[in-house]
C-alpha cells in the first residue's frame, strides 16, 4: 500500500482516543501520524512513544508551517476549534489533501463545495459524536425503515455528554469533558425545529425554560433543549414526511433550571467587555441576585458565583469568568468517568399501524483522560481515515455521513469497539 501520512491539527480534550486509534492503525500498516498542537504539554501528555508518530508544535495561525505540514500529509484531520477549520480547509483545497472534521458544515465550508468536485477531494465534516454517530445510526434507521415501505412522522434526537453516576458528585450533575468555552456558548444561538407540523423558533433567552423530559434507561429522566437549527436536517435525511423534527441536547433537569438563570443575568453573554469598576466575582454576579432560591442557591454556591474574590485576570467578557468558574469547579478528577448518552425516537407508519422505536447509546469513559467523549468523537474520525487511506470510500466533493458507503462500515466497527445501540420497536 506504500507509505500513507496523516496530520492532526488539534491535541485537546477530545483528541485522546483519536490518536490511541490512530497510532495502533498507523503502527500496523508503517504510516506516518504528525499531530500538530500550539500547546506542547498538551501534546506530551497524549502521545504514545512509537516510531511512527510525531508531535509538532505548531501555531495554526503561522501560514508557512501550517502549509508545510499540510504538504507533507495523504489526509488531513482537523479538531482545533470550529473558527480555525476554514484555514485548514482552504490549504487543503490548494494543495489537494482530503479533510475530515467533526464540525459542522458553515458557509464558509459550503463555499469549497464546487472547488472539491472539480479537484477530485474528499471532505467529510460532523464526523465526531454530535454531529456524526446521530447522523450514522439515525440515517441507517430511516433508511431502513423507508425501505421496508414505513412512513416517517416524528424524529427526535437527543445527546448529551454527561457525568457517569458513579463520579456524580456536585448539584448539576456535570463536569467538563470536551471544549469549557463551547459549554459556556451552548445554545446562544437559540433554536429552530419542528413540532406537530409548525415551525417553532426559541430565542437563547428562552431555549433552558422550555425543556422536555426524556427517559434514558436505566438511568432516569434527562432534561432536553432543542440544539440549533433542526429544519436544515430535514430534506439531508430525507423526512419531509416528518411532521416533528427536532435534535437536543440532554443535561440533568437541575442543569437546566439553574442555567437559565445564568443566561437571564447575562452571564453568559461574550460581547460586552466587563466594566472597568466591577473588581469581584461577587460584584459581577449581581444580577443573578433575583434569580436565586433555596433549591439554586447551592447550584451556585458550588460555582463560587458569590465569593469576595478579584476577577480573573486579563480582558474579560462575562463568558470569559464564566468559563474560569467552570473550569475550576466542574473539573474532571483524574479518575473520573464521564457518561455519553443518545437516544433516537421515531414513530413511523408501516401497513397502516402506527409504530415507536427507540434507538439508545450509553458509552462510559475510563478516566479523565479517556473520556467517553474523546472516544465518541475521536473513533468516527480515525476509522474514516484508515477506511479512506485503504480506499474502501471512494466518494468526492464535501459530506457529511449520511449515505450507506461511509455509514455501514463506521458503524461496523463502533460496535466492535464497544460502541452499540440497543433497540425496541412496539
Known sequence: MGMKSIVVFGAGKSAT???????????????????????????????????????VQVHVENAPERIALIQTADLVISLLPPALHIQIARDCVAHSKNLLTASYVDDEIRQLAPRLTEKKLFFLCEMGLDPGIDHMSAMQIIHRIQASGGKITVFRSHTGGLVAPESDDNPWHYKISWNPANV???GSAGA????????RKIEYKNLFENTGLVEIRPFGNFAWYPNRDSLAYIPVYGLESAHSFIRTTLRHPDFCKGWKNLVSAGLTDDALPIASKIKTIAVWSKPLLPYVDSFNQKLYDQLGLFEEVPLPPGTLTSAKILQVLLEKNWQMKAMDKDMILMLHEFEYVLHGRKHFLRSQLVVKGENALRTAMARTVGLPLGIAARLILENKISLTGLHIPIVPEIYEPVLQELAWEGIRFEEEIS
Open 17 to 55: 482516543c483519536l490518536i490511541d486509534y490512530l497510532t495502533r492503525i498507523c503502527t500496523q500498516n508503517q504510516w506516518n501520524l504528525t499531530i500538530a498542537d500550539a500547546n506542547a504539554e498538551a501534546l506530551k501528555e497524549k502521545l504514545v512513544k512509537s516510531p511512527v508518530v510525531h508531535p
Open 184 to 186: 459556556v456558548k451552548a
Open 192 to 199: 429552530l425545529f419542528k413540532e406537530a407540523g409548525q415551525i
